[in-house]
């Protein structure tokens, strides 16, 4: 998949390092992963999580990157990574994917044509964008489908600077789609007359991305997740922002979930379903592609309890959270099950991120 910033020459990484990291800036918390070579495959060395205070990245754009940066290099304190070469994600309305059919006339000039094309799609000025493509197919007519991908540089330059004022250095930026197709890919066999959609639920969004014959077919970043539950919890119990989020992961005193709620988990579980079900019925409506045949949930707020089932009997699709230690293997003396299913969701960017690098 084309990547936004592929900027450290590969001459860095003699025949690919044995180790890779990734690190997902959301707007919850961060996320860092790193995985190591065991042959053909790779094995989970790494998971640091911290939590950022609220306000700190809104609409998926860093307000605060002192505390940003702090917060990575606290994490990386504490966990000692072997290699100081990570990618990074980004996000949100500040990137635009889209896929297109041309017809190339000249193969050499096949990116000034691409650019060209794309410019009367994208949303913002195109001076202020970095640009990639990657060709997916081209046919004997003539005609070429690509996917490109486009971001805003100021955003993509303020996550950059996150990281690297941490003193890591950023080889890849890419998009939280392709981290959770390139996931999805490395943990689950491929089919070519299937299609899966890979929901992630997050705090601040839930992002669709809709994988058939290893082309993300379609996208999507709807503006609901997690926190929409808390500021509801907020409001009807008068509690604050981190006693909400408490009481919502780790229920009362007793460690139970309070019926009231319960009873807002469920309201809420209901509009995620329906922008679940609006964005799968648009696909259907105008691909070309194979039919959605199962669902695979992430991100933390999949977590809500009973949430996989009703998704499930919602859209009629068989669903399940996904498992990223399906393919990546981990030392059990380590981290044990319980703590690998607690950080499966979270876990499910970063160790896409991870993999791109592992790729390269
Ligand atoms: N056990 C749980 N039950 C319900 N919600 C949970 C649970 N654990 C975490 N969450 C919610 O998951 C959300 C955090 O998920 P995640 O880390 O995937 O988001 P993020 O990556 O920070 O956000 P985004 O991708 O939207 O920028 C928070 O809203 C949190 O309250
Ligand atoms: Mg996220």
């Known amino acids: 998949m084309p990547s936004l910033v592929s900027k450290i020459s590969n001459l860095f990484f003699s025949g690919g390092s044995s ?12 996320k860092i992963v790193e995985l190591g070579r065991k042959g053909k495959s790779w094995k989970l060395v790494h998971f640091g999580i911290v939590q950022l205070p609220e306000d700190v990245i809104v ?9 940003v940066s702090n917060s990575i290099k606290t994490l990386i304190n504490q966990i000692k990574l072997k290699t100081k070469f990570v990618c990074t994600s980004i996000s949100g309305t500040s990137i635009m994917i889209k896929r297109m059919s041309l017809e190339i006339k000249n193969a050499k000039e096949i990116q000034d044509q691409i650019f060209w094309e794309a410019e009367q799609y994208l949303p913002f000025d195109v001076s202020e964008v970095v640009m990639d493509y990657q060709v997916l197919s081209r046919a004997k007519d003539g005609k070429t489908e690509v996917i490109l ?3 805003k540089r100021a955003v993509l330059e303020s996550y950059i600077s996150c990281v690297e004022d941490a003193g890591l250095k950023v080889k890849i930026i890419d998009t939280d789609f392709f981290a959770l197709q390139n996931l999805y890919e490395a943990n689950y066999p491929p089919s070519q007359s299937e299609a899966v959609a890979i929901v992630d639920i997050g705090s601040s969004s839930m992002k669709i991305v809709v994988v058939s014959g290893g082309v993300p077919v379609f996208t999507k970043d709807c503006s609901i997740g997690g926190n929409n539950l808390t500021s509801e919890i907020q409001k009807n119990l008068g509690l604050s922002y981190v006693d909400a989020e408490t009481l919502k992961i780790s229920g009362g005193p007793d460690g139970k979930i309070p019926s009231e709620i319960s009873d807002l988990m469920g309201i809420i579980s209901e509009n995620f379903i329906s922008e679940i079900k609006k964005s799968l ?6 691909a070309s592609s194979a039919p959605v045949s199962y669902v695979l949930l992430c991100g933390g707020s999949s977590k809500i309890p009973g949430l996989s089932k009703s998704v499930e009997d919602s859209l009629n699709l068989p669903t399940q959270l996904i498992n990223p230690f399906n393919a990546i293997s981990y030392d059990p003396s380590v981290f044990n099950q319980e703590y690998l299913s607690n950080i499966a969701p979270i ?14």
Do not use: K, Q, W
Request: no cysteine; hydrophobic share 55%; glycine share 10%.
């Open 347 to 360: 876990a499910a960017v970063p160790i896409g991120l991870a993999l791109r690098v592992g790729a390269e």
């Open 281 to 286: 019925d648009f696909y259907s409506a105008s």
């Open 149 to 151: 991908v486009a971001a």
């Open 19 to 30: 180790f890779v990291v990734g690190i997902s800036i959301g707007t919850s918390s961060i």
């Open 59 to 67: 609409n998926r754009e860093i307000i605060n990157p002192v505390v």
